[in-house]
């Protein structure tokens, strides 16, 4: 592994925790003179799976927008992947007509399952695509952390509407969907953090003083495993694993 993924991407906070916990994730499926297999569902323009290509892995990249495909396919050429990185334009709800089951190391479905109409089957064909052994990688809103947002940002009205539907039939997607869909399809959680805990919430104005960014990351990283701030984060991560056979 020649760097932390997307490391050197940005100094925020945010992915460089993410892009850890992604290089410890590619490390624990790597077979030793093999290329991970990779599978980004909604993987859009890119932001995983070039940093992921330039590490080694062969990642395909699924996802409904041409456009978005269009950038992907720039970016890994610039970065000099395109070899490694495959775009395949399609719906990951039906993930099970386009690749092959049981075939990738590690799967990412990072800021896609909000966007699905039907969460079950999509979760199913993600789930499917993994090989035992491998893992998922989940990266989804929380709900929770919207109420906060807003009340926050001084308005207490669309917080107080958005606590009252956390009760309601039909809630947002959020991590405790996560974890109900992977116990249907008989997935291990290894790992659950709070992505961007506090950065989330500090306006950028805030953050002037030398030191300041860096101090808020590692507070961040810090809290992103640690009840109840994690629990209040903008984004969870989870890492699922499919049990071997
Ligand atoms: C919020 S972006 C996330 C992009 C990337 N995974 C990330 O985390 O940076 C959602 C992506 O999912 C794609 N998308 C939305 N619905 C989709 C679907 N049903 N099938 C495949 N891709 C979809 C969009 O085109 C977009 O690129």
Redesign the pocket.
Known sequence: MQTEIGRERSGTGRLSLLSGLLTDALASVTVPGQAPLVL??????G??AVPLAAVGADVTV????AD?LATLRRRADEAGVSARVHAAQ????SLVDLVARASFDLV?A???LE??DRIDETFDGIAAAVRPGGLISV?VGNPLASVLARALAGEPAVALQELRGLDTAGPRIGPDTVQRLCMRAGLVVESRHGIGVFSDLVPGSALDAPGAREVLAQLDAEAAARSPFADLAGRIHLLLRRPLD
């Open positions: 980004d569902c909604g993987g859009g323009s932001a995983y699924v996802d409904i927008s978005a399609g719906d990951v709800e990412l990072h800021g896609i966007a699905v990266l």
